[in-house]
């Protein structure tokens, strides 16, 4: 059996840095090749060091006294800190350390690993974790993931920015999330989310609006994907990303509702105008309720256009608009139709009802100063009326039948109102 190295052969053969201790003063006794070979020195300068002088994170007695008590009461004492290379650079260490006593005598014996590397190593996958947090909770959108069977949710950083709210804030529950959405939106929220968890849809998807934490109701594209299911396939965590497109949705709003407004009245025009009609005839059938429609044609506009001039017809129009916009009833409607013709609707309105308000509007129309506002005579409009379903159960033929009783108001006189049941045509 060949012979066993001798001891001290062994640690000069180790790869960590080993050193024995005076547990006073911590003075080093002894040390193996490893140790001062990592640290740029040779074997007798290091016998001049203490663990005081070589580890840059002990600074001084005291705080080395406080360390050797910890290490007498424990088998093996771990610190992590950093050596002086002796070309002042440091290197980053794990020290282990135990305690013992020979021929009465107490000593420290360290073992000190070189985790330059690995320190490297783990600065690098930091870095790298902490600039994906960064993608995914700054330069992006709000990051929420939701543990179904719990209902906790993690709602980033980012996503408590974008409502409003400090990082300390929003309880880890679905609920504070569900609970703020906008009334009129949650069902269908709520129903795209259920769809996706179903199975029905490939991934949850949604735009609405939630309540911010000052209370003001923003909008939210969020959408989301399920990234874990338990044994019974059933979904166990959801994972998605919230982004606010309240300025986007708000243009689209703005745009959309420029698409549907009349630019010299600002009333609805004539697209927007009729899809209304056709929603309120549908709901007074449904609902049983009556409802009246009226057509107004400004008299003798051309006449005005003529003499003073098409800018001045324009003023007549828009002056008309903002007369009817003024003491029709919050529950009507009224668009422009084109050039100088106005429809109103009357929801809930029965013909005499409906007499009512159009001899209101001729006397707002007379009480216009059009001489001393306007420079022209005095201007009038003719208005046909037909009532639905008093005058028609088709709901096609109501428009038509006004449009015939205001031609019928106009071949009367002008100035007048005309009802399909009185043909006749009435002055106000």
């Known amino acids: 059996m060949p012979e066993t190295p001798k001891f001290d052969i062994l640690f000069e053969q180790l790869p960590d840095a080993v050193y024995l201790i005076d547990p006073e003063s911590s003075n080093i006794l002894w040390c193996n090749r ?31 006294t406080d360390i050797a008590q910890v290490i007498r009461s424990v088998p093996v004492y771990t610190f992590v800190g950093r050596h002086r290379h002796r070309e002042g650079g440091e290197i980053a260490v794990e020290v282990n350390t135990s305690h013992f006593s020979h021929d009465g005598r107490e000593y420290f014996l360290s073992i000190a690993r070189n985790i330059n590397k690995r320190v490297a190593t783990e600065q690098r996958l930091n870095e790298s974790a902490q600039q994906n947090w960064f993608v995914l909770n700054e330069s992006m959108d709000g990051l929420w993931d939701w543990k179904v069977a719990t209902g906790d949710v993690f709602f980033s950083p980012k996503l408590k ?27 269908y929220v709520l129903a795209a989310l ?7 849809c490939g991934r949850y998807e949604a735009e609405y609006r939630i309540m911010n934490r000052n209370g003001y109701y923003m909008w939210i594209y969020d959408r989301g994907k399920i990234t874990e299911y338990d044994q019974h396939g059933q979904p166990q965590r959801i994972i998605g990303m919230m982004q606010n497109i309240t300025d986007r949705k708000l243009l689209e709003l703005h745009l959309e509702h420029l698409a549907h407004l009349d630019d010299l009245t600002q009333l609805a025009n004539r697209r927007a105008g009729m899809n209304q009609l056709n929603q309120m005839l ?31 017809g324009d003023e007549v129009i828009a002056g008309v608009a903002q007369m ?41 129309l007379r009480d216009i100063d059009w001489l001393g506002g306007y420079n022209i005579p005095q201007v009038t409009f003719s208005i046909g009326i037909a009532c639905f379903p008093e005058d028609t159960q088709n709901k096609d033929h109501v428009l038509t039948l006004a449009d015939s009783a205001l031609y019928q108001a106009k071949e009367n006189g002008r100035n007048r109102t005309c009802f399909v049941a009185n043909n006749e045509g009435e002055i106000p």
């Open 282 to 312: 549908q709901q007074a059938e449904t609902q049983q309720q009556p409802l009246c429609v009226g057509v107004i044609d400004i008299d003798n506009f051309k006449h005005i256009n003529d003499q003073y001039g098409h800018p001045m």
């Open 161 to 187: 920015q974008i409502l409003g709210y400090g990082p300390d804030e929003m309880q880890p529950k679905v609920e504070t999330w569900s609970n703020n959405i906008h009334p009129e939106d949650k069902d």
């Open 194 to 200: 259920q769809q996706h968890m179903d199975g029905r």
């Open 324 to 364: 009817l916009r003024q003491h029709l009833r919050k529950t009507d409607y009224v668009f422009r139709m084109g050039g100088e013709e106005f429809v109103f609707l009357l929801p809930n309105t029965s013909t005499d009802e409906a007499q009512q308000l159009e001899q209101a509007l001729h006397a707002r």
């Open 34 to 64: 490893a140790a001062y070979e990592d640290l740029g020195l040779d074997a007798v300068d290091v016998l001049n060091h203490s663990v005081i002088s070589l580890q840059k994170d002990v600074r001084g007695l005291p705080q080395w």
